[in-house]
């Protein structure tokens, strides 16, 4: 289990100014990533180190966005001016969490511009959706190239800032905090700053390490 990727949603600016005012600002060369035929959205990829990445997305006019949980949530934050829609957590096996929350993953799918397609299966955008502050879950399907890896970049994640719970949020990974009992493979490298919400949990802003020091966002 580990930190794949936080999600920003483009606002009234559009989908390619939103990413290159992201791109820019942290220095990092932006790459088209395509569309979400099953999600009704559209999205664009900045690659940082450590096998992670910042997709900036948008929800496009399609009957299906309005239909599934991610295209809800991805339009229901642009429409309130954009900003970050969340984080995302990767994880090698997604029983356990469909286990303890009812239901099963669903299959997620990207279709590049160069035709080339990206499959992966994910869970828990609905408590996103509920709860702001939460990550939802994924796990990538064998034998292809991750994000990240379309594209170089020395930019890293360095810290997430939360308006919500900490233990509501371990709780939601499964996490129980004791020893011998919470997995044993989830990275501590990223720093967490929980804030008491004023309004509504969820992630405020996220702090990347840049050549040019640290730049939040």
Do not use: C
Request: aromatic share 6%.
């Amino acid at each position: 289990m580990r930190i794949d990727h936080v999600a920003f949603a483009a606002g009234p600016e559009g989908l390619d100014a939103t990413a290159a005012r992201l791109g820019e600002a942290l220095g990092i060369e932006v790459v088209d990533g395509g569309h979400h035929p099953r999600f009704g959205t559209r999205n664009m990829v900045l690659p940082l180190t450590g096998g992670r990445f910042l997709e900036v997305v948008e929800p496009l006019q399609h009957p299906v966005t309005d239909k599934v949980p991610f295209g809800q949530a991805v339009k229901a934050r642009s429409e309130a001016g954009g900003g970050w829609l969340g984080w995302v957590v990767a994880m090698d096996d997604l029983a356990p969490v469909e286990e303890r929350l009812g239901r099963d993953s669903v299959m997620g799918n990207r279709h590049r511009p160069d035709g080339t397609e990206l499959t992966w299966r994910q869970i828990g955008v609905k408590g996103l959706i509920a709860d702001p502050q939460l990550p939802f879950f994924l796990r990538w399907d064998e034998g292809q190239l991750h994000p990240s890896e379309r594209g170089a970049s020395d930019v890293r994640l360095a810290r997430l800032q939360l308006a919500g719970d900490p233990d509501r949020v371990r709780e939601w990974l499964g996490l129980s905090g004791v020893p011998g009992v919470d997995r044993d493979d989830w990275e501590p490298d990223v720093e967490f700053d929980f804030v008491a919400p004023h309004g509504t949990p969820g992630l405020m802003s996220v702090t990347f390490e840049t050549a040019n020091g640290p730049v939040t966002i």
